[in-house]
């Protein structure tokens, strides 16, 4: 049997910063740069002052900056609240598919877990500024690929991969950070693989950005519990009762073993910034209804009703055809679709409790049906293909359709739209000087002996 495990554990130990190709090095810096101020966004969502108010109750302090706040944790506790924070408002990056099968979206949210499993560490170790973007590369790399690798019923039967792949993510980055050796950090995944855990039935509540949380805090307890000698099966990814067998009914290890690297997955296919604070499977139909409601300068009481058309994947995750909630308004494209209508924006202040109950944005939800479209089932899932038509009350029809959104590889978003975001996300958390710092800090990273100042400036 090939083994899956030895070949991360020695893609890990052996790569080196220099031999990252300078593309991947400056796409990293783009997501580690969302990936932070998404965390901010979040800092005051109820789920992770909940979170927060228990963390404070229940650890130590330690040298690890929990973003956003004036607390210093243990690593892992850090990375548990930041990782939290950092999905709570569903705005960070998502990763691509290589395949038809594997559904664009459903993969996982890489970042978070990555990020700030490896941010505490870093910080508490006092590691340098490439030493924390290898190690940032590095994770990313192994949770893509393992996402991209297992069999698609473990997505669509319920587990939620960025919960699931993140801790292997987390690991990979923090047993870099640590120099674990080979037996140490094959064991560390050991422990990830029974710590992996995260259910899609929690979409829409507060345990959907916990898990990504939780997947961060894996990969950093995995990694300092097999540095003190836990034991764990050294073989978790590909045994007959490991992960993937368990998990998903199986896995693809083509997709691993002579791809980690060969290129990065950040590289190609690559990994999407979100637009919008909102399921990745909304966003083309919400690029293309923004677009026609500016272009034509449409009111609400012109539209009579929007038809979406898309694949059977998108309704099997965007549950919510009437939210009740700000985390269920992420997860309904009619709401989505409404917002847009009513508000001609889709940005953080139109996600919340307050626009959700909008008698108007009410209406026209009403007015939104969502198809399964045949052509475009049959076009494979790789992208989120929609056709957006929107019959007005004056008989005309306006049509759109998109494969793509802004952020996603095929349609970038340009430094500045990045900073915009950035900026978006900080907002009321940290000064405009701060924010700035932040910014100058992460595209400095290379250069970087320390963290000192990327982390100063994270605290308010």
């Keep these: 049997m090939m083994n899956t495990t030895a070949t991360v554990v020695d893609f890990v130990r052996e790569t080196r910063l220099d031999a990252v190709p300078t593309p991947v090095r400056a796409i990293a810096k783009e997501h580690i740069l969302d990936g932070l101020g998404v965390a901010l966004s979040g800092v005051d969502a109820e789920g992770t002052r909940i979170l927060r108010r228990y963390v404070e109750r229940a650890t130590t302090s330690g040298a690890a900056t929990a973003v956003g706040t004036r607390l210093r944790l243990q690593p892992e506790i850090a990375a548990w609240l930041n990782g939290t924070s950092g999905h709570a408002l569903d705005y960070d990056d998502t990763q691509l598919s290589t395949t038809p099968t594997s559904v664009y ?30 190690a940032y590369v590095l994770g990313i790399e192994v949770a893509c690929r393992l996402a991209d690798a297992i069999s698609p019923r473990h997505y669509q039967e319920g587990f939620h991969s960025t919960a699931t792949m993140g801790g292997f993510g987390s690991a990979a980055a923090v047993g870099k950070l640590l120099g674990l050796d080979a037996d140490t950090l094959a064991r560390a995944f050991g422990l990830a693989g029974s710590l992996a855990g995260g ?28 540095g003190d000698g836990m034991t764990s099966a050294s073989t978790i990814l590909e045994a007959k009762r490991g992960f993937f067998a368990a998990a998903g009914g199986g896995y693809d290890a083509d997709k691993i073993v002579g791809k ?3 290129p990065y997955f950040l590289l190609e296919p690559g990994v999407s910034i979100k637009p919008y604070p909102s399921g990745s499977l909304s966003h083309p ?33 965007l549950i919510y055809p009437r939210p009740t909630t700000e985390l269920e308004a992420k997860f309904s ?31 026209m939800e009403e007015r939104v049906l969502v198809e399964v479209d045949p052509e475009l089932e049959a076009l494979g899932f790789e992208h989120v293909r929609a056709k957006v038509t929107v019959e007005l ?25 990045l900073e915009d975001k950035f900026r978006e996300c900080a ?30 400036a994270l605290r308010p």
């Design 105 to 134: 979206g459903l993969l996982t949210h890489p970042t978070v877990p990555v990020l700030f499993g490896a941010l505490g560490i870093a910080e508490e170790r006092g590691a340098s500024g490439p030493d924390l973007l290898l």
């Design 285 to 317: 139909a919400q690029d293309v209804i923004l677009d026609l409601v500016k272009s034509h300068d449409l009111a609400p009481e012109d539209v009579a009703r929007v038809r979406v058309g898309t694949n059977s994947n998108v309704p099997n995750a």
């Design 333 to 363: 494209l009619q709401f989505c679709m409404a917002v847009a209508v009513v508000r001609r924006r889709a940005g953080l202040r139109e996600f919340t409790n307050e626009t959700v109950a909008d008698p108007e944005i009410q209406a």
């Design 427 to 456: 907002d009321g958390v940290l000064s405009t000087a701060q924010s700035q710092q932040v910014i100058d800090s992460v595209w400095e990273l290379e250069e970087a002996r320390s963290l000192d100042r990327l982390v100063a």
């Design 199 to 226: 259910l899609r039935e929690n979409f829409g509540t507060m345990t959907k950005p916990l898990h990504s949380g939780r997947a961060a805090y894996n990969g950093v307890l995995a990694c300092l519990l097999a």
């Design 393 to 417: 009350t004056d008989g005309r029809t306006l049509f759109g359709e998109a494969d793509v959104a802004i952020g996603h590889p095929l349609k970038p978003m340009s430094q500045s739209q």
């Design 260 to 262: 980690l690297g060969a």
